[in-house]
């Protein structure tokens, strides 16, 4: 596999392609090539001298990531990108339409993957019952987001980090990933369009609060106390306590940005109001979201969605102590793209 342009730092772009000093100007050129308009391909880049062309066709490739299939859901428009990549590895991504409440116009985000199978094993998960595959390489994160352009022919409003994988066990990858996305020189995203979806790995939650740009922080909890997660998630070796923790000093570090705590309510395990008001208790007064996730049931796993009834009296408890709770509508089941639903 030819290595991706994408997958080296701005900062060395010059270097790698030996630009005598006179001509660095080229790599501004060539990031406008590549993300202001969105080149395909080296031969695109017509403003570039044929020898820089050809010098960056021998060393690289610019989007090796190819999509070989799309399935539009019938119920709710979301869709499942498959893609190969230069190994012949396949994995998706999936695109979320919605609407606008002030202005009614369609805004796009995409689930994006940063593994191909997923280590965490989490028990409620499809993605965790696969094997282990690779982690994806920048390069193969990012051009999720331009695959998913070309199909739709439109932009992307926002990246959420919840497609296939762990991304903080893909730390390296991810973290550029992060840089190149969020910067004006890269794609452009606003930190409030990006955010990080985490299984709650504590050491590399404190990691990104020094190295990333500043992004939303997703954590899926799932439980109030350390014996229920460690049911469901019995590869986490952190506390309810120590994950909590990492996440206020995340907060505090990137200045106070939104935390999501996502929540997928498993009947007669983590659904009675107890729980909840165990949960309220801990998260209370502090600036987070609580989004609430129906259960989408995977095939062989034996979990049951918790009852409409008992979703609504947990979803009461946390509203009624102040927290800001979302209660998150399915989509995508029909074409196996809904949360915890990607395989390979
Ligand atoms: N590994 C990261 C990124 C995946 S995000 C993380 O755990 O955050 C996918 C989200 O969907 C996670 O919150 C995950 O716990 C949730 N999920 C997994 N399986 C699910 C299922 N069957 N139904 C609903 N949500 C599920």
Same mark, same amino acid.
């Given at each position: 596999?030819?290595?991706?342009?994408?997958?080296?730092?701005?900062?060395?772009? #010059?270097?790698?392609?030996?630009?005598?000093?006179?001509?660095?100007?080229?790599?501004?050129?060539?990031?406008?090539?590549?993300?202001?308009?969105?080149?395909?391909?080296?031969?695109?880049?017509?403003?570039?001298?044929?020898?820089?062309?050809?010098? $960056?066709?021998?060393?690289?490739?610019?989007?090796?990531?190819?999509?070989?299939?799309?399935?539009?859901?019938?119920?709710?428009?979301?869709? &499942?990108?498959?893609?190969?990549?230069?190994?012949?590895?396949?994995?998706?991504?999936?695109?979320?339409?919605?609407?606008? &409440?002030?202005?009614?116009?369609?805004?796009?985000?995409?689930?994006?993957?940063?593994?191909?199978?997923?280590?965490?094993?989490? =028990?409620?998960?499809?993605?965790?019952?696969?094997?282990?595959?690779?982690?994806?390489?920048?390069?193969?994160?990012?051009?999720?987001?331009?695959?998913?352009?070309?199909?739709?022919?439109?932009?992307?409003?926002?990246?959420?980090?919840?497609?296939?994988?762990?991304? $903080?066990?893909?730390?390296?990858?991810?973290?550029?990933?992060? &840089?190149?996305?969020?910067?004006?020189?890269?794609?452009?995203?606003?930190?409030?369009?990006?955010?990080?979806?985490?299984?709650?790995?504590?050491?590399?939650?404190?990691?990104?609060?020094?190295?990333?740009?500043?992004?939303?922080? =997703?954590?899926?909890?799932?439980?109030?106390?350390?014996?229920?997660?460690?049911?469901?998630?019995?590869?986490?070796?952190?506390?309810?306590?120590?994950?909590?923790?990492?996440?206020?000093?995340?907060?505090?570090?990137?200045?106070?940005?939104?935390?999501?705590?996502?929540?997928?309510?498993?009947? #007669?395990?983590?659904?009675?109001?107890?729980? =909840?008001? &165990?949960?309220?208790?801990?998260?209370?007064?502090?600036?987070?979201?609580?989004?609430?996730?129906?259960?989408?049931?995977?095939?062989?796993?034996?979990?049951?969605?918790?009852?409409?009834? =008992?979703?609504?009296?947990?979803?009461?408890?946390?509203?009624?102590?102040?927290?800001?709770?979302?209660?998150?509508?399915?989509?995508?089941?029909?074409?196996?793209?809904?949360?915890?639903?990607?395989?390979?």
């Amino acid at each position: 596999m030819p290595n991706s342009l994408l997958d080296v730092p701005f900062g060395e772009w #010059g270097r790698v392609l030996e630009l005598p000093e006179k001509e660095t100007y080229r790599v501004k050129q060539i990031q406008e090539w590549v993300f202001a308009r969105r080149a395909k391909s080296f031969d695109d880049m017509t403003s570039l001298p044929a020898l820089l062309r050809v010098k $960056l066709k021998e060393s690289f490739s610019l989007r090796a990531l190819k999509t070989i299939g799309h399935d539009v859901s019938q119920k709710d428009g979301s869709s &499942r990108m498959t893609f190969e990549t230069g190994d012949k590895k396949t994995f998706s991504s999936v695109i979320l339409p919605s609407r606008s &409440r002030e202005t009614g116009e369609e805004r796009l985000s995409l689930c994006l993957s940063t593994q191909i199978g997923c280590a965490w094993r989490c =028990a409620f998960c499809a993605s965790g019952k696969v094997h282990f595959v690779r982690n994806l390489f920048s390069s193969e994160i990012m051009e999720q987001v331009m695959c998913a352009e070309d199909v739709t022919g439109k932009k992307v409003d926002s990246l959420l980090f919840m497609g296939m994988g762990e991304p $903080l066990a893909n730390y390296h990858h991810v973290l550029w990933a992060l &840089r190149c996305l969020r910067s004006p020189l890269g794609f452009g995203y606003g930190a409030r369009h990006v955010t990080v979806s985490t299984s709650g790995l504590v050491p590399q939650i404190l990691k990104l609060s020094q190295e990333s740009p500043k992004v939303n922080l =997703a954590v899926s909890l799932h439980a109030a106390d350390d014996e229920t997660r460690r049911k469901i998630m019995p590869k986490s070796s952190w506390s309810v306590q120590q994950i909590l923790k990492s996440v206020w000093a995340y907060q505090k570090q990137m200045g106070n940005v939104r935390v999501t705590f996502e929540y997928v309510l498993l009947k #007669g395990l983590n659904d009675s109001l107890r729980t =909840a008001q &165990r949960l309220s208790n801990m998260l209370r007064g502090r600036n987070v979201w609580i989004n609430l996730i129906e259960y989408n049931p995977v095939p062989g796993l034996a979990f049951q969605k918790a009852s409409r009834d =008992a979703m609504e009296k947990f979803e009461g408890v946390l509203t009624k102590r102040g927290l800001f709770v979302r209660m998150r509508k399915p989509q995508g089941a029909d074409i196996k793209a809904g949360c915890g639903q990607l395989s390979y």
